[in-house]
Nanobody
Framework: QVQLVESGGGLVQAGGSLRLSCAAS????????MGWFRQAPGKEREFVAT????????EYADSVKGRFTVSRDNAKNTGYLQMNGLKPEDTAIYSC????????????????WGQGTQVTVSS
């Protein structure tokens, strides 16, 4: 079992930055890939970023490329999503997820999920 807890969400003006954290416990953090997803009101959950256990494989959604950076610190059992240049359309609940295989952009491939953290970007 893996437990994931996100933090770092909040209210920020357009153009601002936030860093989300995903603290993991349970099985060794370095054994699984992590993904970040978001869901805005009235919309389906969408892929944001994913990172392999070694951080050698990383993928981003086109909508966040060049603005968001995913990373992880296996020694601290924590993953991060640095979000710069935030836009109102980035407003959503952001969740981290884990899977014991290669990275994936498909939410259905992930076995464990955090509860999510709200990010609100004002114009």
């Amino acid at each position: 079992q893996v437990q994931l807890v996100e933090s770092g969400g909040g209210l920020v003006q357009a153009g601002g930055s936030l860093r989300l954290s995903c603290a993991a416990s349970g099985r060794p953090f370095s054994t699984y890939a992590m993904g970040w997803f978001r869901q805005a009101p009235g919309k389906e959950r969408e892929f944001v970023a994913t990172i392999s256990w070694s951080a050698l494989s990383i993928e981003y959604a086109d909508s966040v490329k060049g603005r968001f950076t995913v990373s992880r610190d296996n020694a601290k059992n924590t993953g991060y999503l640095q979000m710069n240049g935030l836009k109102p359309e980035d407003t959503a609940i952001y969740s981290c997820a884990a899977r014991f295989r290669a990275i994936s952009q498909n939410a259905g491939d992930y076995n464990y999920w955090g509860q999510g953290t709200q990010v609100t970007v004002s114009s």
